[in-house]
């Protein structure tokens, strides 16, 4: 499947005490990517939920830590869909620093109703995108 590149600056805001990116930061990093990733194929996350009711959610997420990166750095943040389900798309998601990987991680996000919080099946247009950018 296609891979999704976004870049992503550190600022002081996400560093720690010791001057690395706090390890939660990664998870909003790859969730900058995710968001740019659905706007690069043209879905509006807003209109998907007034229209159709339909957000998606963070089932769940799974992070391994190979480096830190620092102030000023700038990141690659890679994304790539690894199963696509009526309800549901896995990532795999990475941020490297030129040659270097920082961070991998497997994410899973799914599709829900957004008054009921119950899943549901992917709008079929936007599924439709979904499937395509694979």
């Known amino acids: ?13 996400d560093t720690d005490a010791g001057g690395v990116v706090f390890y939660a930061n990664y998870l909003k990093f790859f969730e900058r990517a995710r968001t740019e990733w659905l706007r690069a194929l043209g879905v509006d996350q807003q209109a998907l939920a007034d229209e159709a009711g339909a957000v998606f959610v963070v089932r769940s997420t799974a992070l391994d830590y190979a480096a830190p990166a620092r102030l000023d750095d700038v990141l690659d943040v890679r994304s790539r869909m690894e199963r696509v389900g009526g309800a549901s798309v896995h ?21 829900v ?7 549901m099946p992917i709008p079929a247009p936007v599924l439709t995108l979904i499937k395509a950018a694979a």
């Open 113 to 119: 109703d957004r008054a009921t919080f119950r899943p």
């Open 1 to 13: 499947m296609s891979v999704f590149q976004w870049p992503v600056r550190v600022y002081w805001e």
């Open 91 to 111: 990532f795999l998601q990475e941020a490297w620093r030129g040659e270097q990987l920082l961070v991998s991680g497997t994410i899973r996000v799914g599709c």
